[in-house]
Antibody, heavy 120, light 106 residues
């Protein structure tokens, strides 16, 4: 069974940093593109970033570019999102998602998410 | 970015009803569209991808259709467990989501 387990969320002050992690199991992690997607409280879904299996293609949503860094460790079956210069509008539930085969921007299985609260 | 407009934003229906939700993309997306179901406090779950392909384990009362810019999710006979929020998502280019449709009990 494919499982994605996020961790690392918490409360941080504006301007602060946080690193999210996602541990994957149940599939060959280094075969797949991975994504982060977020959902602000009571709002819809917003794609954040993707990283291909070999980190050869990394993309970000415009509002996160320059502040967030996605990375992966295939040896540890893990995905990461380093977030800097956090803003109150970054408060959201952050989901790790497995990419869909043969579709760079397709999403497949989602983790249960981790909460990030940016507040003074 | 491709904008995705989903409608309606909410609907009320009864068990057994046939329900349809539509998504319109701002440009053609070649069937690169997925539908998700999200229940409160849970992660979204993919129902369909490639506009009309049912994800493994999803009941056959869910179906998808469309082409070009216009797509539809249909639930043929609404069941109690189907009351949730539904989202469409294009993945032709960097992913964008519809605004969601909350399906409530009438």
């Amino acid at each position: 069974e494919v499982q994605l387990v996020e961790s690392g969320g918490g409360v941080v002050q504006p301007g602060g940093s946080l690193r999210l992690s996602c541990e994957a199991s149940g599939f060959t992690f280094d075969d797949y593109t991975m994504h982060w997607v977020r959902q602000r409280p009571g709002k819809g879904l917003e794609w954040v970033s993707l990283i291909t299996w070999d980190a050869g293609n990394i993309q970000y949503a415009d509002s996160m570019r320059g502040r967030f860094t996605i990375s992966r460790d295939n040896g540890k079956n893990s995905l990461y999102l380093q977030m800097h210069s956090l803003r109150t509008e970054d408060t959201a539930f952050y989901y790790c998602t497995k990419g869909r085969p043969s579709a760079l921007y397709g999403l497949d299985v989602w983790g249960q998410g981790t909460t990030v609260i940016v507040s003074s | 970015d491709i904008q995705v407009t989903q409608s309606p934003s909410s609907l009320s229906a009864s068990v057994g009803d046939r329900v349809s939700i539509t998504c319109r993309a701002s440009q053609g997306i070649s069937n690169s569209l997925a539908w998700y179901q999200q229940k409160p406090g849970k992660a979204p779950k993919v129902l369909l991808y490639a506009a009309s392909r049912l994800e493994s384990g999803v009941p056959s009362r869910f179906s998808g259709s469309g082409s070009g810019t216009d797509y539809t999710l249909t639930i043929s006979s609404l069941q109690p467990e189907d009351f949730a929020t539904y989202y469409c998502q294009q993945y032709y280019v960097t992913p964008t989501f519809g605004q969601g449709t909350k399906v409530e009990i009438k």
